[in-house]
């Protein structure tokens, strides 16, 4: 007797290998994704500090960055004072030194004047991998620095 097609053990073991494969795949494309939202989250944020730097050279009055949890917002006073905002993902949680997550929100003031920071300031992020990466607001100019653990 000729067979013809599959046993029900054949098929139900072939779908099984495909279903593991598409959650390997799965996972490791949800995986790749937040290293890229995270990587664009922290150039942008680099990119908008340097922006609000010149802003508050350029109209010679001081500026904040003022963070929380959902979202960081720049803004320069000036008259008018303008201000923009750039989200948090979610994969990306803001920390304290000690890696605890910070109960509320804060600010790092850009004085009128570049150079008179009194001392560096420092923003701490955990992400959902694992690792953390750290944002220096150096003295003098206010410039940004980025180190990942």
Do not use: C
Request: aromatic share 8%.
């Amino acid at each position: 007797m000729r067979r013809r097609g599959f046993t029900l053990i054949e098929v139900t073991v072939a779908l099984a290998v495909a279903l593991v494969l598409a959650l390997i795949g799965v996972r490791v494309g949800r995986a790749e994704l937040e290293r890229r939202e995270q990587a664009q989250f922290f150039a942008a944020l680099v990119d908008e500090w340097d922006h609000l730097r010149h802003e508050v050279l350029l109209s010679k009055q001081g500026g904040s960055l003022l963070y929380n949890q959902e979202r960081i917002q720049f803004q320069v006073v000036a008259i008018p004072p303008r201000s923009w905002v750039l989200r948090v993902p979610a994969s990306v949680i803001l920390v304290d030194a000690e890696g605890q997550p910070l109960k509320s929100g804060g600010d790092i003031l850009m004085p009128m004047l570049p150079g008179t920071f009194t001392q560096a300031q420092k923003l701490y992020f955990r992400r959902s991998q694992g690792g953390q990466v750290t944002l220096t607001f150096n003295i003098g100019g206010g410039m940004i620095t980025s180190s990942e653990d």
